[in-house]
Every structure is written in C-alpha cells, then in structure tokens.
T-cell receptor, first 119, second 117 residues
Framework: GAVVSQHPSWVICKSGTSVKIECRSL??????MFWYRQFPKQSLMLMAT?????????EQGVEKDKFLINHASLTLSTLTVTSAHPEDSSFYIC???????????????FGPGTRLTVL | AQTVTQSQPEMSVQEAETVTLSCTYD???????LFWYKQPPSRQMILVIR??????QNATENRFSVNFQKAAKSFSLKISDSQLGDAAMYFC??????????????FGKGTHLIIQP
C-alpha cells in the first residue's frame, strides 16, 4: 500500500523559533497533500490543502503567515510553524492523495504525525 | 459547510462480540464519500472502510461493514467478532466528491472503542 512519512516524529522548540515538518509520499506521487492538526483527545482539523507547484489553500481561521506550506515536488510537502508559541503545541498530521484509477474517487493516506511541543 | 457527528464518545464490547459505532452527517451535496478511520495509540490513522454515496450497496471489509442510509444521512460501522487489536479511536469522516478530489476530510469527534477480554 501507499506509504506516507513525516519527519520529525517529535520536536521540542523554544518559543519564538520556527519549526519545519516534512511530509513525503514514499511510493507514489501526490499532487495534493493535506495538513491536519489534532489536539489531545480531540479530532483532526483540516488546516490547509497543499498543491504541488501552487499556493496552498488555508481553512478559515488558519493563519497563512504563521503556518507556511510549500509543496515543491510531487513527493514532498513541508509545513513551517513560524515564531512558534506554546499554544501551537499540537499533533500535526499530513495526508497525501493517491489517484486510484480503479475507482471513481481517490484515497488519502496519512503520515504517522509529528508531535510539536513549544516551551 | 459539512458536519460529522459521532454521538458515542466511548463504547465497550466483549471480545468476539459485535459492536456498532454511530455516525451522522449533514450536507447539502448529493455526491460525496464517507470513511471510517481507526487511530490506535500510535496515532497512525488507518483507513478501515469507505463508501461512495452514489452506491446503494453497503461497503464491507472482512469483519467491518457499514450501514449507509443516505436519506437519513447516517453511516454506522459494525465490527463483528471484535478482537483486542480493534481497540482504538474510530473517526467517521466526510469528503466532497467535487473539487477534483482536492478536498480535505471533515472528521467527527471520534469514538473510543474498548475491547474487554
């Protein structure tokens, strides 16, 4: 099956610094990747949609200047949390869309997530 | 905007028994996809089953099956012969079929499934 990786899996940073999280599709090409945020014991909330070669589309309430997304290739999207603060501490999960030619729709595969702790 | 509601924060079932997790959703669209994802303690999201709204036949995957009631906007998950490895958070999710498939998922709040040995 399709595999999506994330790096790092866990990061601790000081308040005011920036952190970059990578999302890679390992055995397929992903024209679209998605970034989600999950607070403890809560559901996943879509933050933004990352399209290869174009600007990301952000959900309402998500600050685009704070959460910078770059999708420079068909296998890599990055999320940079700029000037991180303790309230940005969360679990960040990406997913990549694989076009399933056998079906009318498509399947999204999730990465293992990145736990960000901002001190 | 679409919403997904899971009214059972926690469910408990005896090993080998059958359990049904509930999910309802609200949408004005006629074409969409519904999913059940499992999130074990590792927090890796695992696709359990998916349903295309245009298909009347309920999806099944081994011990997992759904009861899709489009008119009622209901999408429940039935797990038969429950196993200890089924213990996890289960999320119901919705995705629009429009937008060229470039839409993200809308998730419910999740149901924590406990399997009693």
């Amino acid at each position: 099956g399709a595999v999506v990786s994330q790096h790092p899996s866990w990061v601790i940073c000081k308040s005011g610094t920036s952190v970059k999280i990578e999302c890679r599709s390992l055995d397929f090409q992903a024209t679209t990747m998605f970034w989600y945020r999950q607070f403890p014991k809560q559901s996943l909330m879509l933050m933004a949609t990352s399209n290869e070669g174009s600007k990301a589309t952000y959900e309402q309430g998500v600050e685009k200047d704070k959460f910078l997304i770059n999708h420079a290739s068909l296998t890599l999207s990055t999320l940079t949390v700029t000037s991180a603060h303790p309230e940005d501490s969360s679990f960040y999960i990406c997913s990549a869309r694989e076009l399933d030619r056998a079906h009318r729709g498509d399947t999204q595969y999730f990465g293992p997530g990145t736990r960000l702790t901002v001190l | 905007a679409q919403t997904v509601t899971q009214s059972q924060p926690e469910m408990s079932v005896q090993e080998a028994e059958t359990v049904t997790l509930s999910c309802t959703y609200d949408t004005s669209e006629s074409d969409y996809y519904l999913f059940w994802y499992k999130q074990p303690p590792s927090r890796q999201m695992i696709l359990v089953i998916r349903q295309e709204a245009y298909k009347q036949q309920n999806a099944t995957e081994n011990r997992f099956s759904v009861n899709f009631q489009k008119a009622a906007k209901s999408f429940s998950l039935k797990i038969s012969d429950s196993q200890l490895g089924d213990a996890a958070m289960y999320f119901c999710a919705y995705r629009s079929a429009g937008g060229g498939g470039a839409d993200g998922l809308t998730f419910g709040k999740g149901t924590h499934l406990i399997i009693q040995p």
